[in-house]
């Protein structure tokens, strides 16, 4: 049975955004420094084409968060491109002509769209009824492997509040970021629902994962 | 120059008590395993007047925490007996006759109250002119010595807000609560205030502490 895996990277204060985002700053002030320990590991580095980087715990993470994912979710805040109708020449998204997914992506929208084909593996599907129905529309594309469910906050919010995210890892870093997207708002009774089932302490982030204790559903 | 210090333990969700406190459950439901570290140090239950516990990261924490304190600030929720005027037989605090403070605690509070001395060394003081004042008072009693900054979150906010806050030692333990009291909410721009000095990875628990950048105030 296939999973919805939600990997985010948040700050001590719960931040998976800083403040002010714009075109500039995608992630907000400070928002950046979020991502420093994923882009130092060895197996991200080699997901988004680029050489080098460490191993150890945090590429152990990193490396499980990436195995067995046959399609992707994300919020259109998480796409980018600003709110509203995609216009004349729409945004292609952050992540150049060969994103870094290699899989089908679900994009959350209020505002249809074609299909979306890129270079090595990914295509975005821009889903505008809803997170249920493209979560159903994402397992059907995973072929059997796992969904990874990425941001924004607004996104993860719904998935979490309608108790479908079967597998939770949370990427704690120790900044400080002041205001921005929050994570956990809205979610709903969540303590119930997960159990922490591993703590993984690495230089400048903390990971911690969590499973859904009835994945049968909420 | 005697320093304003927070010592307070969260949840991953961000949470330092959980939704629907009352007197059965004065830290909201799930609140009591934001606490269980604690307890189970050594030189925490030597300040709280029990045996055993203990030793390792999470007490050498504990004890540092507890050292160099001369006297404690604390919120009305914190201190608790509800809201409004206290009434005819007003609530002593939640910790029998003999508190863990052992110095002056300053209690901030909208309604004026004499102080209420406890055995061990703890007076209860009951400031209703502002978290200023409170420091203010709280640093003439401490005598050279350091000040704490208690529970509960809208006192710390306060206090965050304010720019008063010289070190905060922040307790992350990887529950989830769903819901309560937030810490970091209207806390102003503290992304640029604190420096983070340490992080201590413990078992249940990951210790992170700040220093504030400009020490002579915001």
Same mark, same amino acid.
């Given at each position: 049975m #296939?999973? +919805?895996? +939600?990997?985010?990277? &948040?700050? +001590?204060?719960?931040?998976? #955004?800083?403040p002010h985002p714009g075109l500039e700053a995608p992630l907000g002030v400070g928002g950046e420094a +979020?991502?420093?320990? #994923? *882009?130092a590991q060895r197996s991200f580095r080699a997901a988004h084409g680029m050489q080098g980087g460490a191993t150890g715990p945090s590429d152990d993470v990193a490396a499980e968060w990436i195995e067995g994912i046959g399609a992707t979710i994300m919020g259109r805040? &998480? *796409?980018?491109?600003? !709110?509203? !109708?995609?216009? @004349? @020449? !729409?945004?292609?998204?952050?992540?150049?002509? @060969?994103p870094p997914f290699h899989t089908p992506v679900f994009v959350l929208t209020h505002h249809p769209r074609e299909p979306l084909e890129m270079a090595g593996g990914t295509t975005f599907h821009f889903v505008t009824d809803g997170i249920e129905a493209a979560l159903e529309r994402a397992v059907d594309a995973a072929g059997g492997r796992d969904v990874a469910l990425g941001g924004g906050a607004r996104a993860v919010q719904q998935y979490l509040a309608a108790g479908l995210v079967d597998d939770m890892q949370i990427h704690v870093v120790p900044v400080l970021l002041g205001g921005g997207s929050r994570l956990f708002e809205d979610t709903g009774e969540i303590g119930a629902r997960y159990r922490l089932v591993r703590s993984v302490a690495a230089p400048a982030v903390t990971h911690h994962r969590y499973r859904r204790e009835d994945p049968g559903g909420a």
């Open positions: #296939a999973e +919805l895996r +939600l990997n985010i990277t &948040m700050s +001590l204060d719960g931040y998976v #955004a800083g +979020l991502h420093e320990w #994923a *882009f805040n &998480m *796409f980018g491109g600003g !709110p509203g !109708p995609w216009g @004349d @020449d !729409p945004w292609r998204g952050w992540w150049g002509d @060969d």
